[in-house]
């Protein structure tokens, strides 16, 4: 899930680099690549990776 969620944020950050959008400094295209990069390590450290029942 994490990592759907991570290539979202990439996908935006490069919309908005690529438009030339003019945002302001909490919502810049380098601030939502990291937010991305945040969460593509979460999904590969196993955060998020779904329920498990312990028995």
């Known amino acids: 899930m994490l990592g759907m969620?991570?290539?979202?944020?990439?996908?935006?950050s490069?919309?908005?680099n690529a438009a030339d959008v003019s945002t302001n400094d909490v919502f810049s295209s380098t601030n939502v690549m990291l937010l991305g990069?945040?969460?593509?390590?979460?999904h590969v450290a196993g955060v998020g990776?779904?329920?498990?029942?312990r028995r």
């Open 49 to 53: 990776t779904g329920w498990s029942r």
């Open 5 to 12: 969620v991570a290539a979202v944020l990439f996908f935006v």
């Open 14 to 16: 490069f919309l908005i």
């Open 37 to 42: 990069l945040t969460a593509l390590a979460l």
